[in-house]
């Protein structure tokens, strides 16, 4: 079983920035996919950003040039740092890890509790 943690949503002013973080803890024998979601009140959860690895990324067109993902794999952690902040941005991030738990297992998939990004215009 993987724990997954997210911290860093909050409160900011359109054009500010933010820096979100999703920790895991558990066992995990490796890591096929990490990605960020957000979900607006009434509406579909959409990919916002997603990572294979450091070359190979993925975002939204929505977010393309404003966000980033990262990854720090020797702390199991995924970041999605968040520049030039839009009010469209609201909504409630979760982030997303597809992984096995041992040598010839299948894909299991994990989410996190979700934190808000709220920004003001």
């Known amino acids: 079983q993987v724990q997954l943690v997210e911290s860093g949503g909050g409160l900011v002013q359109a054009g500010g920035s933010l820096r979100l973080s999703c920790a895991a803890s558990?066992?995990?024998?490796?890591?096929?996919?990490m990605g960020w979601y957000r979900q607006i009140l009434g509406k579909q959860r959409e990919l916002v950003a997603g990572?294979?690895?450091?070359?190979?990324?993925n975002y939204a067109d929505s977010v393309r040039g404003r966000f980033t993902i990262s990854r720090d794999n020797a702390k199991n952690t995924v970041f999605l740092q968040m520049n030039s902040l839009k009010p469209e941005d609201t909504a409630l991030y979760y982030c997303?890890?597809?992984?096995?738990?041992?040598?010839?297992?299948?894909?299991?998939?994990?989410w996190g509790q979700g934190t808000q990004v709220t920004v003001s215009s």
């Open positions: 997303n890890w597809i992984v096995t738990e041992r040598a010839g297992g299948g894909l299991l998939e994990y």
């Open positions: 558990g066992i995990i024998f490796s890591i096929k996919s």
């Open positions: 990572i294979i690895s450091p070359t190979r990324t």
